[in-house]
Structures are given as C-alpha cells and as structure tokens.
C-alpha cells in the first residue's frame, strides 16, 4: 500500500492524487478492500497500466492495482481455454502461452496493457474476422461492488457477461478470466506503400483476404502505409531485425521529426509528407504475439471513433481532405483498422463490423482543434468512441448510438447501489446519480 502520491497517465494528460494505492495479492483481499470502502463510503478505481487517454482511472480515494495477481492459472489444451490472472501484462501473457505452445487470437498495436484493462475498455487489433479482445473471453470472476464474488460467462450469468465484457472498471473488479487460446501460429507480416487510390480500389480485397489488415494515411500525402499478416506454413522466424529497424525508426527517428515538428509547427505538413514518402518495404514472419506488438515511446494524445464499417473509405478520404482545408498542423499517421461486430452492451463493436480511426497529436502540439473537427467528421458516420481514447461525448448522444446503455447504467446502478466504481469523470460523462 502507498499513501498520497500523483499519479499520471502515459501520455501524461491525466493527473490526480489518489488516497492510497493498494496491491492486493488474493481475491480475499480484494473483498476486504471493497467492503472497507463500503463501510467508509471511499470510491475504487482499478488500475492496470494506466494507458487509456481518458480519466477512467482517476480517483481522490483507492486506486487499486492488480499487479500481484498476475499469470496463467492454468491451460485447458483440450477446450484451447487458458485461466489467467486479471493483472497479467498482454506482453507477459504472449510470452507464457508461447512456452505452453499457444496464443492469443488477436491483439492491438502494443502489448504493455493489462489484460482486464484491455479488455474492459474495448481494446481491439485489426482482421474483419476478429472482435475486439473482449471476445476472446470466455468466462470472468468479478469482485462484485458489494463485494461479493460472481462468476459469469456466456452461458452463466450471461446478462452480466454482456455488460461487463466492455465495462471500464464500473461493475466491480474483474479477477481472474478464462479466454480462448489457439495454437501458436507463425504469421507472415508485409509492410509496403501505395497510394490512395490503389488503397480505394482494393480496400474490400485486402480486408477480406488478410486475416490482419490495417493502413495509415499521412496528412498532406496520397502516400498510405497498409500492414498484412497472414498465418504461413512457413517455420523459419526471421522478425528480430526488421523488428529493431522498424522501431528504431518508428521511436528514435519519429521522436527527432515530432520535436522538429513541435518546435516549427508548419514544418509538420512537410515532415508528414517525409515520413510518407520514406514508407519502407518490410516483411517478416514470426510468431503472432511478436509480430502483432509494437514499441511506442514517441508520446502522444489519440482519440478513435468506430462507424460502420462500410464508410471507411468515405470517412478518410473526407478526413483527408479537411485536413488540407483546415491547413491542421499534423504529422502524425492515421491509423484505420477493421473489427468485427460483438454483442457486448457498450462495445464500440456492438452489433455492426466496424472500420476504426484513430488520430494522434505529438504530446506538447495543440490538438483540441483537430480532434473536434475530426471527431464531428466521424460522428457523422455515427461514429461511436473508444473508451479509452479522447473524445467529448455526452450522455444524450451515447443513448443515440448505444441502444443497450440504459440496460448497462441500469444493471450498474443495481449491483453499485452505493456508487463506489464510479468517478467525477464517469458521473459527469453517464450522468450516474
Ligand atoms: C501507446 C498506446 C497504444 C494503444 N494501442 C491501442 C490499440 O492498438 N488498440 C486499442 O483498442 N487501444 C489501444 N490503446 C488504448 C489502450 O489499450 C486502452 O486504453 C487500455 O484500456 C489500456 O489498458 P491499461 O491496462 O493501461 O488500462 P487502464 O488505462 O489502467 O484502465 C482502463 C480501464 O480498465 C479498468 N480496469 C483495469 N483493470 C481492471 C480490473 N481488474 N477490473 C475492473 N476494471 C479494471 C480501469 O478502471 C479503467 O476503467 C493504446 C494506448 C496507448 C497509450
């Protein structure tokens, strides 16, 4: 336990003080914590690596970290189901399910997350054929509000299951899960540039004939990055050194160009064009959990809306053309992934295949500007936001776009009766009373 200290986010745009952090290291213990907070009437958030752009893990009272419950409980290889700790890093969990012989279906662009953080915002990868990694869960044990244990799954408990799959650490803290494995696999990755109107023509192709696709657009360049990963027969890895000048260039020669960028903003327009033009051709196969993750340590603020998945080229060639017109000073890539639909209450995937976007802003450049108008582009598309990312939603437009959030606020409001999950930031955004 560590008492008063700031605490911030990794891009550094959430600060606050928490009372005590507490590192609970048995599920018992975690019963103890919420039934104090009961009894004392303080507020819990739960932690896990502090990487989602919004507040969701601000609190003046307990913060509590799940960083001692932490590995693989157990493999089922015959179900393909792995047991595993709620605290477990994606990074620690790839390489455990890699010894055993297994991996993750999918993951998004980095791996330093937690897995019930992850999960429970929404996280997702790329490949119209895979969720968000909610999906990959099969069952949960929950640390219920009232501090009683509940176990839910999609055959037990299934309303409980649908809501707290996407919940943001609002239905009480998410212990241990079951999730679907597979046999680890050897991908191929291709990295390689086209222009926009060749990415237009064959967008529906490499959606559909890449089990992982995903491109980036550059401000100001008909120049678009696409990434591929298909699984290959073949056995021979040869990732690590394309993966070290891949990052190397992405982090060491990213970060020189975003200071440039900071100091001389104009310049960004001509560094967005550099950074297109300099796409390089790379290829690598490996295992998934080493092909999937990548480093990030050049900071910045993101915000991403999913729309329906049919407007993705809409939606880009539109973004692309205000950012020309508002002259935005912007050299950050665009990042656009597919995703398909789920069934989870307020999963930004719920019920339609989606087509993400996401826009970044180095730390330290303005970005309220562009992020309005990119996000008015995007609701336009009834564009639903990532929980873990910017965004300057309400409750009114939610309710248009999320058809089941009254069920989720209702449920919370049984199992919460004394709102311990929530936070200034939650009250105001749900309107929770
Ligand atoms: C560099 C970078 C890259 C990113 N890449 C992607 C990407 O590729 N795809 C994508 O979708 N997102 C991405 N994100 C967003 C990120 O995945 C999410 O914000 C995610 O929630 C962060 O996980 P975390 O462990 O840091 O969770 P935190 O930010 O610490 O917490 C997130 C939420 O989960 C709750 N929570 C955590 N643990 C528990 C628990 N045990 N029980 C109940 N509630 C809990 C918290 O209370 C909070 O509401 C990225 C973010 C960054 C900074």
């Given at each position: 336990m560590k008492s008063s200290m700031l605490w911030k986010n990794w891009s550094g745009s959430v600060k606050f003080n928490p009372k005590e952090v507490m590192y609970p290291s048995t599920i018992d213990e975690i019963v103890t914590i919420v039934k104090k907070a009961n009894s004392e009437k303080k507020k819990i958030r739960v932690v896990g690596s502090?990487?989602?752009?919004?507040?969701?893990?601000?609190?003046?009272d307990y913060l509590i970290s799940l960083d001692r419950l932490n590995g693989i409980i157990s493999i089922d290889k015959e179900a393909q189901i792995a047991e595993i700790w709620a605290g477990t890093k994606l990074e620690q969990l790839g390489h455990e399910l890699y010894e055993a012989g297994y991996s993750q279906e999918n993951l998004g662009d980095i791996n330093v997350q937690s897995v019930a953080g992850a999960f429970l915002t929404g996280t997702h990868g790329t490949g119209i054929s895979h969720g968000i990694?909610?999906?990959?869960?099969?069952m949960m044990t929950i640390v219920l509000p009232t501090g009683d244990v509940l176990e839910c799954s999609k055959t037990k408990n299934t309303d409980f299951y649908r809501a707290i799959g996407v919940s943001l650490g609002l239905?009480?803290?998410?212990?241990k899960l079951k999730i679907r494995i597979k046999p680890a696999t050897t991908y191929r990755y291709e990295s390689k540039k086209v222009n926009f109107r060749e990415l237009s023509s064959n967008l529906e192709k490499y959606k559909n004939e890449y089990e992982h696709f995903e491109f980036y657009l550059f401000p100001y360049s008909e120049n678009v990055q696409i990434k591929m990963m298909n699984q290959t027969r073949s056995k021979k890895h040869s990732y690590k050194y394309e993966k070290w000048k891949v990052a190397t260039i992405e982090n060491k020669a990213f970060w020189l160009l975003s200071e440039f960028s900071r100091n001389f903003p104009k310049s960004s327009h001509q560094i967005s064009k550099i950074s297109a033009s300099s796409v390089p051709s790379s290829s690598m196969i490996g295992p998934s959990h080493e092909l999937f993750a990548t480093i990030r340590t050049v900071k910045f603020n993101e915000m991403e809306y999913s729309i329906p998945a049919e407007h993705m080229k809409d939606a880009t060639s539109e973004i692309q053309e205000e950012i020309i017109q508002k002259q935005f000073n912007v050299h950050f890539p665009i990042e656009c992934r597919f995703v398909k639909k789920d069934n989870?209450?307020?999963?930004?995937?719920s019920m339609r295949d989606s087509a993400y976007i996401a826009i970044h802003m180095y730390k330290g450049m303005p970005h309220h500007e562009y992020f309005k108008r990119i996000e008015e582009i995007l609701q336009s598309y009834n564009g639903r936001p990532h929980w873990g990312k910017m965004h300057t939603m309400n409750r009114e437009k939610l309710l248009n776009l999320y058809p089941l959030l009254p069920n989720f606020l209702n449920m919370r409001k049984e199992i919460d009766k004394n709102n311990i999950f929530v936070n200034a930031y939650l009250t105001k955004l749900f309107e929770i009373e």
């Open positions: 502090s990487h989602s752009f919004t507040p969701l893990i601000a609190t003046n990694l909610a999906t990959q869960i099969e239905m009480g803290i998410v212990v989870f209450l307020i999963s930004p995937a």
